[in-house]
Each structure stands twice: as structure tokens, then as C-alpha cells.
């Protein structure tokens, strides 16, 4: 049983297009999250949601937009997409009050 | 702001080497501190934590300490494998309590037979 699953794990598509990540846990957490990894493998957080409130929306275009029908999935939709998006895309979930987070597997996105 | 900085990397062991990885943070407040480790071609996994000063995490031969007054958290291990091979990141709760995680730019570890 994977806790965290992202899909797809591979994304390929041309500037210009609109395309979704969606995340989904299994793990009873209250809080989900993005994180973006750049070609240099540094990560950093893009949003949080925290029983499908939004909590942390860190300085991200607002072509990005996240959405959370429950609490379990967290989904990343992304328009209009450029070179400079090209990264991996980790989803993680966290409970509320304790301090590790659960991550996924990633999803690579290239634009081309 | 919150910051993590970890030693610049790559890291070229031999197996059964002693391997540390230094790990200094910037931070108000009392954040916990993790070791996360990505394998290649996967995504995070949680290496260790210490959530207070003096907190010692250990998981599969690895260890941190938490040193407050050095503003520490090196990662240590005693002998390390070809299966250690990895990316390590060094990570800490940022002070907003929201569980956004900071991390540093990550060490490459490569290990040879």
C-alpha cells in the first residue's frame, strides 16, 4: 500500500499547455503539501493545505493553482506551462502537530 | 528568515568509510530537524529527526545530533555501503509552525567498492 501516490510519475507536454498532477494519501493526515525540485535537486514548498484550507502559498505564478476535494487528495494544476516549470513535483502529507512529513514518489514534468 | 546550509558536495567514499555530512541552520525559535534521503530515481524519504536541543536521531547506522549551541546537525555514520549512495538533505520545521519544511541544497554521496 503506497501512503503517498502521485500520478503520473512522467509528464511530458509543450509550452503552452495546461496539465494537472494529482496526489492522493492513505495515511489519515490532516495537512498535504507541494514541493517544487529544481535541476539542481533544491527544494522548496509551494503550498500546504490543512483540511482543504489553504495554508502556506508561497511566491508561486499564479498559473499554478492547487486544489483539495478532501482532505486525503491534493491536486496541482498548472496552465499555460513554460521551459522554466520543468522540475519534479513532490506531493507529502503531514498530521496536524507532528513534525515528519510523508512524502511521494515525484512526478517529473518536462516542457518542451 | 529560516536557512539550512549543508556542506557542498559531491562526497566520493569508499565502502566502510566514516562518512559525515555537516548540516548548519538558521532559525528563530525551536524547530525540529530532520535527514531526509532521496535514492535515485525516487522520491524522500525520512532519514532521522530530533525534535529538541541534545535529541540524538538514529535510524540504519545513521546518526545526528541536535546542538543548539553550534546550531548543528551533522549526519554521521560509522561505515557505509554501496547502498548508501544518495542525495541527502538536511531539513528543519520553519518558525510559522505550519509544518513547511526548509531544506538545504542536498549532498550527493557516492560510495565505491
Known amino acids: 500500500d503506497t501512503a503517498v501516490s502521485q500520478t503520473p510519475k512522467y509528464l511530458v507536454t509543450q509550452m503552452g499547455n495546461d496539465k494537472s498532477i494529482k496526489c492522493e494519501q492513505n495515511l489519515g493526515h490532516d495537512t498535504m503539501y507541494w514541493y517544487k525540485q529544481d535541476s539542481k535537486k533544491f527544494l522548496k514548498i509551494m503550498f500546504s493545505y490543512n483540511n482543504k484550507e489553504l495554508i502556506i502559498n508561497e511566491t508561486v505564478p499564479n498559473r499554478f493553482s492547487p486544489k483539495s476535494p478532501d482532505k486525503a487528495h491534493l491536486n496541482l494544476h498548472i496552465n499555460s506551462l513554460e521551459l522554466g516549470d520543468s522540475a519534479v513535483y513532490f506531493c507529502?502529507?503531514?498530521?496536524?502537530?507532528?513534525?515528519?512529513?510523508?512524502f511521494g514518489q515525484g512526478t517529473r514534468l518536462t516542457v518542451v | 528568515g529560516d536557512s539550512v546550509t549543508q556542506m557542498e558536495g559531491p562526497v566520493t567514499l569508499s565502502e566502510e568509510a566514516f562518512l559525515t555530512i555537516n548540516c548548519t541552520y538558521t532559525?528563530?525559535?525551536?524547530?525540529?530537524l530532520f535527514w531526509y534521503v532521496q535514492y535515485p530515481g525516487e522520491g524522500l524519504q525520512l532519514l532521522l529527526k530530533a525534535t529538541k536541543a541534545d535529541d540524538k536521531g538514529s535510524n540504519k547506522g545513521f546518526e545526528a545530533t541536535y546542538r543548539k549551541e553550534t546550531t548543528s546537525f551533522h549526519l554521521e555514520k560509522g561505515s557505509v555501503q554501496v547502498s548508501d549512495s544518495a542525495v541527502y538533505f538536511c531539513a528543519l520545521t520553519g518558525s510559522s509552525n505550519t509544518g513547511k519544511l526548509i531544506f538545504g541544497q542536498g549532498t550527493t554521496l557516492q560510495v565505491k567498492p
Open positions: 532559525a528563530t525559535g525551536y524547530p525540529s
Open positions: 507529502a502529507s503531514s498530521r496536524t502537530g507532528v513534525t515528519e512529513a510523508f
